[in-house]
Structure formats: C-alpha cells, structure tokens
C-alpha cells in the first residue's frame, strides 16, 4: 500500500495540483484553480484504477486541508470526490468557500 508516500505540492500561473508519484510511474492527484489568494477551487482527483481503494485520494485531499487550514484559506468543492470527503469530515466545514 503506496501509503507511506509523499504527497507533493505544486503551483504555478494560479494552477496547482496534490499529487503523490506512484511506484509504477503513474501519478494520483488533485487538481485546482485559485480563485484568488485565499481560494482554492477543487476541480478534479483522479488515481490509477490499479490504486483506487488504497486511500490515495482521501491523502490528498486531507493534505490540502491541512495545508488550506495552515495558510487560513478555503477550498470550493467543485471535485465530486472533494465534495463528497467535505460531507464525511464535518471537521472541515470551516475550510469551505462558497
């Protein structure tokens, strides 16, 4: 289970992406726009087929809520997956943007 790997950040030109580098190459992320500096849109989370139920994209998306927390900004839920890790983590409530 590829769950003790690192969950990377990268951002550029307002684009950015969680994404974790998978033993066999392929890559399991979580993409986003910022909406402005303290906005994050949430648009999509993918991981392989081979990795899906390994707890990859719940990784993911956890990372950036601590990391929304930590900065004091908030994520729009537009991902269905995000939206759907946003009603199972009530903890979370005050990290969502309209």
Do not use: N
């Not at 990391?67 to 946003?86: L, M, N």
Request: charged share 30%; proline share 6%.
């Amino acid at each position: 289970m590829p769950l003790d790997l690192q969950v990377e950040h990268e951002e550029e030109a307002g684009r950015g992406r969680y994404v974790m580098h998978l033993p066999d190459g392929t890559e399991g992320e979580m993409t986003y726009v910022r909406r402005d500096p303290d906005t994050i849109v949430a648009d999509h989370t993918g991981v392989p087929s081979q990795y899906r139920g390994q707890g990859i994209a719940e990784k993911l998306v956890a990372t950036a809520m601590a990391d929304a927390r930590a900065r004091g900004q908030k994520i729009v839920p537009v991902c269905s997956y995000v939206v759907a890790q946003f009603r199972r983590h009530p903890e979370w409530a005050d990290l969502k943007a309209e």
